[in-house]
């Protein structure tokens, strides 16, 4: 896994509600609700952690394997970017 830190892409912000993460993209009016664990993940790289510590923090934080956890957390990248969601920084 890369040490990668990502950003929000403009025009797009993010609520935590009760059973996950609901993200708006402000200029489209589109959304998306994240449920466990890929809204544990947007919360780690949104809070600015690195890639790579934000997949060791998930493994401890939903008990998965660090294998599963990397891989989860390569899918989420991918189709968040992929969407627009996110971008590097």
Do not use: T
Request: charged letters at 30%; zero cysteines.
């Amino acid at each position: 896994m890369a040490d990668k830190i990502f950003q929000l892409s403009p025009g797009v912000r993010w609520v935590v509600e009760p059973r996950g993460v609901q993200i708006i993209d402000e200029y489209s009016r589109r959304s998306i609700s994240l449920d466990h664990p890929r809204s544990a993940i947007w919360e780690l790289l949104m809070r600015g952690h690195p890639e790579e510590e934000a997949g060791d923090m998930l493994a401890h934080i939903v008990e998965l394997s660090e294998k599963y956890a990397a891989s989860e957390m390569q899918s989420a990248i991918d189709e968040w970017i992929n969407e627009g969601w996110i971008e590097s920084r």
